[in-house]
């Protein structure tokens, strides 16, 4: 055996352990604070999903939340992944109409952002608030949900039960 290859199987042989290496306590009790989900769909026709939300928030007198973000993004798939649970889906869905809308690296579907008031996606997830008149009720707040992964439980839960159907 050469002594270039003997070198690197000694390498391989001492690397193994740290690649192996379980992730850090700490990192594991961040990624178990919240529940995750991927509901972004980068080949959604996000203006018709949206259409289509709003028409049935009209009918049904709700509210439609949109929220605009991707599966890349820690934060966002903590807030999909709350709104999954059980006590979430029973606060939300009597009072919106929710439509999850990808937005790539901030570079897909802005129109739809736009479209309701807001100029730019400065962070993932943004989230809209619209009234059944298509009024943007949460302007200032919208685009400070990119910590949501580090916000409590009851903190989300609150900020989204505080809103109701006009």
Not at 88 to 114: C, H, K, S, T
Not at 139 to 146: G, I, M, S
Request: aromatic content about 8%.
């Amino acid at each position: 055996m050469s002594p270039v290859l003997k070198a690197v199987l000694a390498l391989l042989a001492v690397s193994a352990p740290i690649q192996q290496a379980q992730t850090p306590p700490a990192l594991n009790a961040v990624a178990a604070a919240h529940p995750e989900a991927r509901p972004f769909n980068a080949k959604a026709d996000a203006a018709a999903e949206v259409d289509a939300a709003f028409a049935r928030a009209k009918a049904s007198g709700k509210m439609l939340l949109i929220v605009m973000g991707a599966n890349w993004c820690h934060d966002s798939r903590a807030l999909a992944g709350w709104f999954a649970q059980p006590r979430f889906a029973a606060m939300l869905q009597p009072r919106y109409e929710l439509v999850y809308v990808d937005v790539g690296y901030r570079n897909r579907n802005i129109d739809i952002a736009r479209r309701f008031g807001i100029k730019s996606i400065k962070g993932t997830p943004t989230v809209l608030i619209l009234d059944r008149n298509g009024t943007l009720l949460n302007k200032k707040d919208a685009p400070r949900w990119r910590n949501a992964a580090s916000r409590s439980e009851n903190a989300i839960y609150r900020a989204f039960a505080e809103f109701t159907p006009a």
